[in-house]
């Protein structure tokens, strides 16, 4: 079974950074994970793109972010990462890890899957 374990959330003050981990974990041998991303809720609010980045390195941000936050992944330990600089109050939300990819099920036969990560929560605020 394929799951998103997060880290890196927490309360930091305008203008601060943070910086949030995602692994995926299983012990899948052979395990193909394509994209990789982050989503984020705030109150009240529908969840949003904050960036993917898809095993060719591909990246896609959301506008708000753009210049601020950088994603990146490790593919041996298939894990992304969101380095987020110049944080905003209204950045405050949950955020989310997503991965979608594929894993062996049998010979010559493949399991699709994605992946949501439990939360962490960020909080900017002074």
């Known amino acids: 079974q394929v799951q998103l374990v997060e880290s890196g959330g927490g309360l930091v003050q305008p203008g601060g950074s943070l910086r949030l981990s995602c692994v995926v974990s299983?012990?899948?041998?052979?395990?193909?994970?394509?994209?990789m991303g982050w989503y984020r809720q705030a109150p009240g609010k529908q969840r949003e793109l904050v960036a993917t980045?898809?095993?060719?390195?591909?990246?896609n941000y959301e506008d708000l972010v753009k210049g601020r936050f950088t994603i990146s992944r490790d593919n041996a330990k298939n894990t992304v990462y969101l380095q987020m600089n110049s944080l905003r109050p209204e950045d405050t939300a949950v955020y989310y890890c997503?991965?979608?990819?594929?894993?062996?099920?049998?010979?010559?036969?493949?399991?699709?899957?994605?992946?949501w990560g439990q939360g962490t929560l960020v909080t900017v605020s002074s």
């Open positions: 299983g012990s899948i041998f052979s395990i193909s994970v394509n994209t």
């Open positions: 980045i898809n095993s060719g390195g591909n990246i």
């Open positions: 997503y991965a979608d990819g594929r894993y062996p099920s049998g010979v010559l036969r493949w399991r699709d899957f994605d992946v």
